[in-house]
């Protein structure tokens, strides 16, 4: 069989150090973008556009029904199945406002093909089976015989709905991008999800999930035709050509003048100095590369640092601060721009508005310092080169930032490489009149939305008030016959749910697949000899063309009263002045100095239950910016200053407010550490300096810096931990290509240091087990359950590593997401904080999934697993292990192992553990450590009101109650 996809352009990207392919398929008109390279890690996408014109989730439903079964494969959960029978490093799917996107990555080429077949069959053949739906999408349930609502992305979307910002930006498309698919919640309104039915999802799937409307996307050391010979034979000769247009999104009008509207979001108390104001442009399209940079400039000259003209109007306004949505917005397929402040209160808001706008008429008057937008360009170069992966493999991320471009006919060549447009924006810029025309572009523009922000306290009870009247009404008019559907359904559905998963029609990696032994880790170079007082470790990696530099302090003998103001420190010091800079000229100095810099402060615990804490900056740029880097680093650490009192108050004021509006969006986070902190003490450090304990320094924080003498306080403690951190020796990991990483450390004047060795940790007290429930306004809870656990160190690990694994395939996910309808639930193991967890994640329960964990601690001591269920459980321990790294995230692997005293023997053994662990293995461990453990309970609750399960309630407002 021969490929029918024919080659319509190629070119080669120096700086990715690759090669872009693009095809069609002309009978169908699908298309592939194909990113050859020789990097291990192989990727693959498929996006189709969907556009609803509805708020009933119906693209975010479908994504979901989908992954559940397929003509192929029809197993109840092949994606989740895929999971435990892969070795990917990435599987998901994702929707967005105008697409939805499957991808995944693997480093195994059988694995790969296995998981392209599943894909393909789940994309463009799924059984869309209505039980599924009923699970994934809504359904009625019947309690005490009264209604209510269930299904995983009814309950996530109420979850998602916590985001003030999500609200905000849903209440400016409404109005700027009205009569397109933005005006509507593209992942379901829960008060609109219930209008949408079966058939509606079935018929939106045959319009939108055709290869017409496809774009695949590959990346890595995989064959273009091998991947599109593998799409001819399972999608395209078994579908009828079409060749349809593909579906765009509609774009808005433009408007002859300016209009405002008012948008409610959610709010914990709607304090009087909660309000704000945004003012929002509608671009060009996002896709026309001029439209695309132009507006990056715009967003780089005004917002960029503390002296661009629009940032440093808002920060130095004396009230309010900037908004969480600035800048440019490439999401829509019209670019948006956002200015905005919030903090405010209602009489300030048109005070705001007056100063965002007379900041740009100065900037289009005045401009702004060519180095800063050379300083942006920059930062495009050196995000092109970076091979770093966060959450996701480094090339899919860029697939997925070029697949707008294709899927809206734009140059996709240009989505990957833009370095001739670079040189012509590194001209055009020379000359200040062409910023300053931006700005007055942006001025002149009629398509413009003010918009006055109010918070609402009650935004939460009115969206309940109007689902309790709904279903009221629905209970009310509920017929006999109905009333036993719903309950055959329900019945139907749990039945359904019981079902073994039959997952012997898909394929798997088993564990004689993988290999016996762990990737080497990068074995720490010795230091060099000529660099002061610092230890510097160089190292030589495949850097592309980057350099990097971190300098760690050991600064484990510090009191812990001190660790939430060293935490308050990292979050500060990249703020404020250096020498003779203020903290306006030195943020500009920061932006031109080096594209990345960062700072952190964190601890490793070690068997015995000491702490080693770590603080360090952290900075990296391109080859040519040596220089810069260096003293980038080296002045901001010997001449940091906390003099610039006013400066310190509005930092502050900002991060506590921020952190009190997101207690809801951080409530999951909150749950897991004070479940935690009693069973370990890196988890009672992580909750003392960033957790719910930290709440009371934040509420605490604020008071003080109200008064002169309490900022005096804050600038003085401040200041001393600097000199006490700075006269500690650090260890300096430098690296680059060849003798970068040497040649960097050696640019390094740190300050003189004065004691080689760091004291030791203090010992921290034992706490009692929690049984707490934190509690902020919400529609969602999120419940956790901890135990002491061995750590990696420990006999023990590997088997509950393997039980966490074979806990969550086999009982918490059908418990927790299937029938509980909470949108994640999860067991894990954790070797570095010697503790085992489960937990659930925007959960509709709280009394019954704490029950549900219990029950799964017996199931599994006593229930019936399979071979291969063990084995796909190790298998999931495994790909955790294996996850490849890029080459700096290879050095930091290799100083985190050094740091928790982890060697190459202690890998093998722990990996000969999992591999070789048996079911009465995972017993032992789970009766000694689980059924014998005590439990420490903390859940996230939106709605104390109902049963909270014998929990603690705990207000996380009252906790910084001097807030």
Request: contains cysteine.
């Amino acid at each position: 069989m021969t490929t029918t996809f024919e080659k319509i352009g190629s070119r080669v990207i120096p700086a990715l150090q690759a090669t872009v392919e693009e095809y069609i398929s002309p009978r169908t008109g699908a298309r592939h973008i194909h990113l050859a390279s020789d990097q291990a890690e192989k990727v693959f996408l498929v996006a189709f556009p969907t556009v609803p014109d509805v708020s009933d989730g119906r693209a975010h439903i479908l994504e979901h029904l989908s992954l559940c079964g397929s003509q192929r494969y029809p197993v109840r959960d092949p994606f989740f199945a895929m999971m435990r029978r892969s070795t990917a490093t990435f599987m998901n799917a994702f929707t967005y406002a105008d697409r939805t996107v499957y991808p995944f990555s693997s480093t195994d080429s059988k694995d790969f093909y296995n998981l392209l077949d599943v894909y393909l069959d789940a994309t463009f053949f799924p059984n869309l089976d209505y039980l599924n739906f009923l699970q994934e999408g809504w359904r009625y349930v019947l309690k005490d015989g009264k209604l209510g609502y269930q299904g995983v992305v009814f309950n996530e979307m109420k979850g998602a709905f916590n985001d003030p910002i999500r609200a905000l930006y849903s209440g400016i498309e409404n109005t700027l991008l009205a009569g397109t698919t933005y005006e509507v919640e593209s992942g379901g309104d829960p008060l609109v999800i219930p209008e949408l039915t079966h058939q509606m999802l079935k018929d939106f799937h045959a319009s939108h999930y055709h290869p017409s409307q496809a774009v695949f996307m590959t990346a890595g050391d995989i064959s273009a035709v091998d991947v599109q010979l593998q799409i001819e034979d399972k999608v395209l000769s078994k579908l009828p050509a079409l060749n349809a247009p593909r579906m765009l999104p509609e774009l808005a009008a433009a408007w002859p003048e300016p209009k405002s509207n008012e948008v409610r979001i959610p709010s914990q108390t709607a304090k009087p100095d909660e309000h704000g104001v945004q003012i929002t442009w509608l671009m060009g399209e996002s896709s026309d590369i001029d439209v695309y940079f132009n507006t990056y400039l715009l967003s780089s000259g005004l917002l960029g640092d503390s002296s661009s003209p629009v940032m440093k109007a808002m920060e130095s306004a004396g009230f309010g601060r900037p908004s969480a949505l600035n800048g440019q917005d490439n999401g829509p397929r019209q670019m948006i721009f956002h200015l905005g402040m919030e903090g405010l209160t209602e009489p300030q808001i048109d005070l705001a508005r007056d100063r965002i706008w007379t900041a740009l008429e100065r900037a289009a008057e005045e401009g702004v310092p060519t180095e800063s937008l050379q300083a942006a360009l920059r930062d495009v170069r050196y995000s092109q080169r970076d091979t770093a992966s966060g959450r996701m493999p480094n090339a899919l991320s860029r697939l997925l930032n070029a697949l707008p471009v294709s899927m809206r006919d734009g140059d996709v060549f240009l989505a990957f490489d833009n370095e001739a447009h670079l040189v012509k924006l590194e001209q055009a810029i020379a000359d200040p009149a062409y910023f300053k025309g931006l700005v007055r572009k942006l001025l002149d523009n009629p398509t413009r939305l003010t918009t006055r922000v109010v918070p609402d306290a009650d935004y939460f009870k009115k969206r309940d008030a109007i689902e309790e009247a709904r279903l009221e009404e629905r209970t009310r008019a509920l017929t006999d016959l109905e009333r036993a559907r719903i309950e055959k359904e329900s019945a139907d559905l749990e039945a359904h749910q019981q079902l073994p998963s039959n997952s012997d029609v898909l394929p798997r990696i088993r564990p004689a697949d993988v290999s016996a032994e762990p990737r080497a880790a990068l074995p720490l170079p010795s230091p060099l000899g000529d660099a002061g007082d610092a230890i510097v470790l160089p190292f030589e990696i495949a850097s592309n063309g980057l350099s990097y530099v971190r300098v760690s302090y050991d600064v484990s003998g510090f009191a812990v009263e001190d660790w939430p103001w060293l935490r308050l420190w990292v979050d500060l010091v990249t703020q404020l002045g250096v020498g003779d800079m203020d903290y306006e000229d030195a943020d500009a100095w920061r932006q031109r100095m080096a594209p990345s810099y960062d700072l952190n402060f964190d601890a490793t615990q070690h068997p015995g239950g000491h702490l080693s804490m770590e603080l360090w900056f952290a900075a990296s740029g391109l080859r040519e910016e040596h220089e810069n880097i260096a003293q980038l680093v080296s002045r901001s650490l010997a001449e940091a200053r906390f003099d610039e009192h006013e400066r310190l108050a509005f930092l502050i004021d900002s991060q506590v407010q921020d952190r009190l509006n997101g207690l809801a969006q951080s409530g999951n986070r909150y749950a897991m550490l004070t479940s935690a902190a009693p069973l370990s003490v890196l988890r009672r450090f992580e909750d003392i300096v960033s957790g719910a304990a930290s709440l009371a320094f934040q509420g605490e924080l604020l008071e003080l810096s109200k008064t002169p003498e309490g900022l005096a306080h804050i600038a003085g403690r401040l200041n001393a931990l600097h000199r006490r951190v700075i006269a500690i020796t650090p260890t300096v990991l430098a690296a680059g290509a060849g003798t970068d990483g040497a040649d960097l450390g050696r640019l390094l004047k740190l300050p003189a240091s004065q004691a080689a060795m760091p004291a030791v940790a203090p010992k921290l007290g034992t706490i009692a087990l929690e049984n707490a429930g934190l509690h902020a306004v919400s529609q969602i809870n999120h419940c956790v359950v901890s135990y002491r656990a061995p750590m990696m160190q420990e006999d023990g690990a590997a088997a509950l590593a393997v039980a966490a694994e074979l806990m969550t395939n086999q009982l918490l996910h059908v418990a927790l997401r299937e029938k509980g309808g909470a949108y994640g639930g999860n067991a894990g193991y954790n070797g570095g904080t010697g503790t085992f967890l489960m937990a659930s994640y925007r959960d509709p329960r709280l009394a019954e999934t704490y029950a549900d964990f219990d029950t799964a601690i017996d199931d599994l001591l006593t229930g019936e697993f399979s071979q291969e269920m063990l084995e796909e459980a190790i298998i999931c321990v495994i790909k955790g292990m294996d996850k490849p790294n890029s080459p700096y995230d290879q050095v930091l692997h290799a100083w985190g192992l050094k740091r928790r005293g982890i060697d190459q023997a202690l890998r093998q053994r722990f990996r000969t553990e999992v591999l070789t662990c048996s079911l009465e293995q995972i017993r032992t461990a789970v009766r000694t450590w689980l059924k014998n453990g005590e439990p420490s309970r903390a859940a996230f609750v939106g709605d104390v009101t109902k049963d909270v399960a014998g929990l603690r309630v705990v207000d996380l407002l009252g906790l910084a109650k001097k807030a």
